[in-house]
């Protein structure tokens, strides 16, 4: 029994190491992958990375092999950067190459790689190019969408009176007044707070970003190979994904029983129009699957993204009184409270531009970047990346640059001021991506988080119902993107 035992554990182990070999083998003739952890077979480093701490086990792992490594999700090899300097090299220097772009699994079932987001290759590239057109079109960037912003932000602050400083979570409030000022571009309208559609989507999108954020969804990410067959954070994302892709359906109809081409009243109508001039085009990237998901992909994006940073501004503010003093102070002497803020002061209230600046950092709010992929074979610092390689851009390790903060890993606007206190830009400041895959609603996003944190900020005072040494700001979830803790706060008028 002894010796038959001894034989059965010799022919496990000699069985183990001959998979090892020949992995390790299969793994070789794929290019010349930058150096990592040894994956072993079918798990790959599994035992080298949390999936409820993804981002801090590749951050550990970037200390022993460098900010440039490979890891295996599986069987899938990854290719992680680490630091301002190789992002950048990757990312700016190489763009084209790094181009592509790489769908998270628990999204896969409902993109299917069409929207812009997660397209690729040709298609990627028209939609790209039609929906910048269209955001300009409409305003991003320009007077027109800034007084669009004025407004919902005077919406906001009425929302706020009626609360007559007593506690309130602020989640759903800032998530309807951002949301709305993309659903005027792509719906041509905003939608009433109380409206019963429109608070339900705006939970939707709030629970779609916390399970892709979820330790659940992580793990199902790493290892979809696996678990794709059994249920899990992936129908629950695709449920809520469904529920508001056939909303924009419903949107989508309505404007084709309206159409005139000569009045083209919001994107939905300029996608249907380019659709009408493409029509007998076989291969055109202009038909009903990419308008709702590229739709999709504005209306959840340039929702969560911005409200989700208004609401870690909010905490970093209460945490740090002395900062939203000055803030208090600057708008006073700059502004005033007599006249509505506009983007014009922006040049004229440098800490204010600091503070947002040091808020996107600090929020870091999607830490590794949506996934790239290189498109050709690549030569990136000696080694060879194979085409369709996954990439991770670690943005927060680039956000987090001691290299190129003064105090990376605190809250402090000081990292975007110099010895005079004037702005000081920072090639290391990518909470929007870099490259070609930079986000689309960029120059949105910078406008709306000034003018909606200055308003909000020359009428009211932020105060936290626990002093600000126990303020948590530890996020709920930290995964896909970096999701705020909920708390409330009461705001009083100034």
């Not at 719906?187 to 989507?201: A, I, P, T, V």
Request: with cysteine; proline share 6%; net charge neutral.
């Amino acid at each position: 029994m002894e010796l038959s035992g001894a034989v059965t554990l010799f022919l496990v182990i000699y069985l183990s190491c001959l998979a090892i070999v020949s992995f390790k083998r299969k793994l070789s003739s794929k290019g010349r992958l930058p150096p990592g952890p040894t994956p072993l077979p079918l798990i790959g480093n599994f035992l080298q990375i949390k999936s409820l701490e993804i981002l801090k086990s590749l951050l550990k792992l970037s200390e022993i092999y460098g900010p440039v490594f490979t890891v295996y999700f599986g069987t899938r090899p990854i290719v992680v950067l680490c630091g301002h300097d190789a992002v950048k090299e990757a990312l700016i220097d190489k763009a084209d190459e790094f181009s592509g772009r790489a769908t998270n699994p628990t999204l896969e079932r409902t993109f299917k790689g069409h929207g812009v987001a997660f397209a690729n290759g040709e298609r990627w590239k028209q939609l790209r190019r039609f929906s910048l057109n269209v955001l300009r079109h409409f305003g991003m960037g320009k007077k027109s969408i800034q007084e669009r912003i004025q407004e919902e932000a005077q919406f906001l602050l009425e929302e706020f009176r009626k609360t007559k400083e007593k506690p309130f979570d602020p989640t759903y409030f800032l998530s309807r007044t951002v949301s709305n000022v993309i659903c005027s571009i792509i719906f041509g309208d905003r939608f009433d707070y109380e409206d019963k559609e429109f608070q339900s989507l705006m939970e939707m999108i709030n629970i779609t970003f916390r399970e892709m954020s979820s330790g659940q969804a992580q793990f199902y990410d790493m290892y979809v190979s696996f678990l794709k067959y059994f249920p899990g954070p992936p129908v629950k994302v695709y449920d809520s994904l469904e529920n508001m892709r056939l909303f924009i359906a419903k949107k989508v109809k309505k404007n084709k029983d309206t159409f005139d081409p000569n009045f083209q009243r919001d994107f939905i109508d300029c996608f249907l129009n380019q659709m009408e001039k493409e029509k007998n085009k076989p291969a055109s990237e202009f038909h009903d699957r990419n308008l709702e998901l590229t739709t999709l992909n504005l209306f959840v994006a340039g929702t969560e993204t911005v409200s989700s940073t208004l609401r870690y501004g909010f905490l970093f503010l209460m945490k740090h009184p002395e900062v939203q003093a000055k803030v208090h102070e600057e708008i006073d002497r700059v502004i005033g409270h007599n006249r509505v803020p506009n983007i014009e002061d922006r040049s004229q209230m440098p800490y204010m531009d600091a503070v947002i600046h040091e808020i996107q950092r600090c929020s870091d709010l999607i830490p590794m970047d949506v996934a790239h992929r290189v498109i050709c074979d690549t030569e990136f610092r000696g080694y060879i990346i194979p085409k369709g390689t996954e990439i991770y851009p670690i943005l927060s390790s680039v956000l987090h640059d001691p290299t190129m903060f003064k105090r990376p890993f605190a809250f402090d606007p000081e990292n975007f001021l110099d010895e005079n206190g004037r702005f000081k830009k920072n090639d290391a400041f990518v909470p929007f991506s870099s490259g070609k895959r930079i986000c689309l609603g960029e120059a949105l996003a910078r406008m709306e988080l000034f003018l909606f944190f200055t308003t909000i900020l020359q009428s009211f005072q932020l105060k936290s119902l626990v002093p600000p040494e126990d303020i948590n700001i530890i996020p709920q979830e930290s995964g896909f993107a970096t999701i705020p803790p909920f708390y409330q706060l009461s705001v009083i008028p100034r």
